[in-house]
């Protein structure tokens, strides 16, 4: 079973960046997507953006276009999120997600345990 392993939350002001990292134990047809997901207070898990292991991208939700960059390291299993420009609303849990396809969370087989990203 692939296992997943997020890093790089925490707080910061608005208008800063973080870069959220998530490292997976091995590489299967299962993790041909890489991608993040979060769950903002009150709301379901939202998709943000997903990478596949050929190099193509896709953003799932327009407020973050310009200010949430993925990207997917294959060496290492790894994937990033870089965040700038921070706004408060921003701020909930980030999880990294893996499946053949970057479609609906549904699609996604293995999940992380989630990093929080606090702005404020």
């Known amino acids: 079973d692939v296992q997943l392993v997020e890093s790089g939350g925490g707080s910061a002001q608005p208008g800063g960046s973080l870069r959220l990292s998530c490292v997976a134990s091995?590489?299967?047809?299962?993790?041909?997507?890489m991608a993040w997901f979060r769950q903002l207070p009150g709301k379901e898990r939202e998709g943000v953006a997903g990478a596949y292991r050929s190099g193509g991208t896709t953003y799932y939700t327009d407020s973050v276009k310009g200010r949430f960059t993925i990207s997917r390291f294959n060496a290492n299993n790894t994937v990033h999120l870089q965040i700038v420009d921070l706004k408060p609303e921003d701020t909930g849990t980030y999880y990294c997600?893996?499946?053949?396809?970057?479609?609906?969370?549904?699609?996604?087989?293995?999940w992380g345990q989630g990093t929080q990203v606090t702005v404020s």
């Open positions: 091995d590489y299967t047809s299962s993790n041909n997507c």
């Open positions: 997600a893996a499946g053949p396809i970057c479609s609906t969370k549904d699609r996604f087989i293995h």
